[in-house]
């Protein structure tokens, strides 16, 4: 059973940059994958990003590209998730997934492991 701890959220103004981390309590063949999303106030999940084959290659919702990055540490199993220019559309509860090899790292029901999720709200 994995264990996904997510941290790095809170209140920043519009504009600003915050940093996630999301780290994994084992490195297995269900860590290959490690994403993040995000759900709004009466929304569904939508994806941001996802590291895959442990940090070979980098996934990235169209609507977000420029303003996150993915980055991996393999020597802390941890993911994170830089995000700039932060704006008030941004605020939501950010959850870090975890699944093994596969296709569709952007689509939720793939993963097999979940944060508790960690908030972000930006203010205008």
């Known amino acids: 059973q994995v264990q996904l701890i997510e941290s790095g959220g809170g209140l920043v103004q519009a504009g600003g940059s915050l940093r996630l981390s999301c780290t994994a309590s084992?490195?297995?063949?269900?860590?290959?994958?490690m994403g993040w999303f995000r759900r709004a106030p009466g929304k569904g999940r939508e994806f941001v990003a996802a590291?895959?084959?442990?940090?070979?290659?980098?996934y990235y919702a169209d609507s977000l590209k420029g303003r996150v990055t993915i980055s991996t540490d393999n020597s802390k199993n941890t993911v994170y998730l830089q995000m700039n220019n932060l704006k008030p559309e941004d605020t939501a509860v950010y959850y870090c997934?975890?699944?093994?090899?596969?296709?569709?790292?952007?689509?939720?029901?793939?993963?097999?492991?979940w944060g508790q999720g960690t908030q972000v709200t930006v203010s205008s």
């Open positions: 997934g975890s699944r093994g090899p596969g296709v569709n790292p952007s689509t939720p029901r793939g993963y097999e492991y």
């Open positions: 590291s895959v084959d442990f940090g070979a290659s980098t």
């Open positions: 084992e490195r297995t063949a269900s860590t290959n994958i």
